[in-house]
């Protein structure tokens, strides 16, 4: 894992699990509901507002024994494309993933068009990642775009 | 064309001989409208938004081929407005009908009804998004005056910001090589996402702010629609740029032989009372074309075409 200065001594290291690093610190949050993180039993730790050489201010969440399945990882980048998954095993990082943009995004964001059917019935929303450089997803419905940024969650 | 769901709900999945091979059809059915093709089909038309001229369209192509039809007109006389969800609506009339036509206030309505309906579903109209077979209509009445769709020069006027019909012509047309002339008040104009794809699909457009004699006389096609008072934020504006983009008989002095004029109608101002007797004028029989397009793209859903 990247050393970012003091945030590394703020939280015990992990023998094994997932530490997620490089999550905007406004997106913390989401990251947790994205995956669920309220329900699980395991110790977790989560930092947020942490200096960060690279984007100023950061968040990282480490999580004791549980490791996340591609499927769950892809669910984030619509929030957070650059994020880090650190997989520890014994104390060493084993793996860092990158996660990448998948070409259907599923049920996770809200189209943000008022008139748009998906908001009016009780349907999963589905958007095709039209670039995945800048973050673009299209609704499958209404055919309206949403840029990176104007993102919203369901 | 994707022979699996006969659905249509917009054109983006037809190619230059999908198109041409439905007009061709559309020809067939104007030159012996009436048949008994659909004898023994019955046909819901749903429109959950009030439009009696492409109700009264579709219905009429279902009549005139032996067809019958169910139906209603207006959401207000419905389940829906009891709270029924579109797909409780849909999954009970599709045990009633062969085909669904449905016109919806909310976008993406037709699309998500395909998913749901084990019966075909076209498009008659969804909220700003799509509306199918008035493009084909449009453009088998272009077919049908020019003789080709090829190398066209197509004025387009008024609404081009909020209008689905201009919209939804440009992409259908990305396969006939057209040149564009985009025609409206500062307010309206063409948005940028579609004239970067215009771009990105090699369709030629110059855009233009002045409606007058000269700039539509190189037009082969001249595609009307209305400047509406509600579309505008600033109501100065709306007063200033009103009366620029009317249509009047003697700006078609220097207008090319072979030039008609489209609209989707309803008129209300934007073209002059005294154009209807020019021969350039062709609104009418544009309309009554929808009925040969619709006919053909009703058997087309129900596979009965070859």
Redesign the interface.
Request: proline share 0%; aromatic share 12%.
């Given at each position: 894992m990247e050393k970012t200065g003091k945030s590394e001594l703020l939280v015990a290291a992990l023998e094994n699990g997932t530490v997620i690093d490089h999550i905007p610190s406004d997106k913390v949050f989401d990251v947790v509901n994205l995956l669920g993180l309220t329900n699980i039993d395991t110790p977790i730790t989560i930092g947020s507002n942490l200096s960060s050489r690279k984007m100023g201010s950061k968040g990282i969440i480490k999580i004791a024994d549980r490791y996340f399945s591609e499927e769950e990882c892809s669910k984030l980048s619509v929030i957070a494309p650059n994020i880090v998954l650190n997989i520890i095993r014994d104390y060493e990082v084993v793996e860092k993933k990158r996660i990448a943009m998948p070409d259907q995004v599923r049920g996770i964001v809200k189209c943000g068009n008022p008139k748009c059917i998906t908001n009016h019935e009780p349907m999963q929303t589905v958007f095709d990642v039209v670039d995945k450089e800048n973050g673009t997803l299209r609704c499958r419905y209404c055919n309206k775009d949403i840029h990176k940024g104007e993102i919203k969650l369901l | 064309m994707d022979q699996t769901g006969r659905s249509l709900i917009s054109l983006e999945g037809l190619d230059r001989e999908d198109i041409l091979w439905l007009l061709g059809h559309a020809a067939k059915f104007e030159a012996s409208p009436n048949s008994k093709i659909l004898d023994g089909k019955i046909v819901a038309t749903l429109f959950f938004e009030p439009s009696t001229r492409t109700r009264l369209s579709f219905e009429t192509a279902v009549n005139r081929l032996g067809g019958r039809v169910i139906g209603f007109s207006d959401a207000a006389t419905t389940s829906s407005s009891k709270g029924e969800?579109?797909?409780d609506t849909i999954m009970m009339v599709s045990n009633y009908a062969d085909l669904i036509i449905m016109r919806?206030?909310?976008?993406?309505?037709a699309?998500?009804a395909s998913e749901v309906s084990p019966v075909p579903i076209i498009n008659a109209g969804?909220?700003?998004?799509?509306h199918p077979s008035q493009t084909m209509l449009d453009l088998y009445s272009m077919l049908k005056t020019q003789g080709r769709l090829d190398d066209l020069h197509i004025h387009l006027v008024g609404d081009l910001k909020y209008g689905r019909t201009v919209h939804s012509m440009l992409t259908a047309m990305r396969f006939f090589n057209p040149t564009f002339h985009f025609i409206s008040p500062d307010e309206l104009k063409m948005p940028e996402?579609y004239k970067e794809y215009c771009r990105n699909n090699g369709i030629k457009f110059e855009e233009h702010t002045r409606f007058d004699e000269e700039t539509i006389a190189d037009a082969d096609i001249l595609y009307m629609t209305r400047v509406q008072r509600e579309r505008f934020t600033d109501l100065m504006e709306y007063e200033r740029v009103k009366d620029m983009f009317i249509l009047k008989n003697d700006m078609l002095r220097s207008a090319k032989e072979n030039l008609k004029i489209l609209h989707p109608l309803p008129r209300v101002n934007e073209i002059a009372q005294d154009v209807d007797a020019n021969p350039h004028a062709y609104y009418f029989q544009q309309a009554k074309n929808g009925l040969y397009v619709r006919e053909a793209l009703i058997c087309n859903a129900l596979n009965l075409l070859k």
């Open positions: - | 969800t579109l797909k919806h206030y909310l976008e993406g309505a699309r998500y969804d909220g700003a998004n799509q996402e």
